[in-house]
């Protein structure tokens, strides 16, 4: 059996276009982020999801229940409950009684949290800046802006 020489043009097939180009998206999101994981556990002993959940509470200072953080980082309870009760040990996070409601639970950031957070995000910020060093800031905001066009399906269920 002979196999057709394939046309790999865009114009042959938007749709193999379209996958090769999330495919390369994928690819190249995966290894950022394998790199990341990379730096942060063996320059700062810790994981990117820890980090993530820090990220969150930064941005949350009031708090946020573990519920709320879960669905935030899109991640289950458990995965949530379980870093941040590591958090806590190490004296970075702390839960706090909801008033009026005497199974919530929020969790924040304490100062040393806040601290620790912020130097993370220094240099998470300067990884990043060194791993796209090679784009210029024009093409930075013509990728931006394609990718603003893409607009996926909300998953069954999320009212967005």
């Known amino acids: 059996m ?17 996958l090769r180009l999330w495919l390369k998206l994928l690819k ?23 980090f993530d959940v820090m990220s969150a509470l930064s941005r949350n200072p009031g708090g946020l229940k573990m519920s709320q ?3 935030f980082l899109r991640v289950s309870n458990g995965n949530v409950t379980g870093i941040v009760d590591r958090l806590t040990e190490d004296g970075l996070a702390l839960r706090v009684a909801v008033p009026g409601d005497r199974r919530a639970q929020v969790a924040r950031l304490t100062p040393a949290g806040v601290a620790e957070f912020a130097r993370l995000a220094a240099e998470h910020e300067a990884w990043i800046d060194e791993l796209l060093a090679g784009l210029a800031l024009e093409d930075i905001n013509e990728m931006t802006a394609l990718l ?13």
Not at 148 to 160: C, H, L, R, S, Y
Request: no cysteine.
């Open 2 to 18: 002979s196999q057709a020489k394939l046309d790999h043009s865009p114009e042959a097939a938007p749709s193999k276009a379209r």
């Open 28 to 50: 190249t999101s995966a290894g950022i982020e394998t790199e990341l994981r990379r730096r942060l556990r063996d320059q700062h002993a810790t994981t990117l999801p820890r």
């Open 69 to 71: 953080l879960s669905q």
């Open 148 to 160: 603003e066009q893409i607009q996926p399906a909300a998953p069954a269920g999320d009212a967005t």
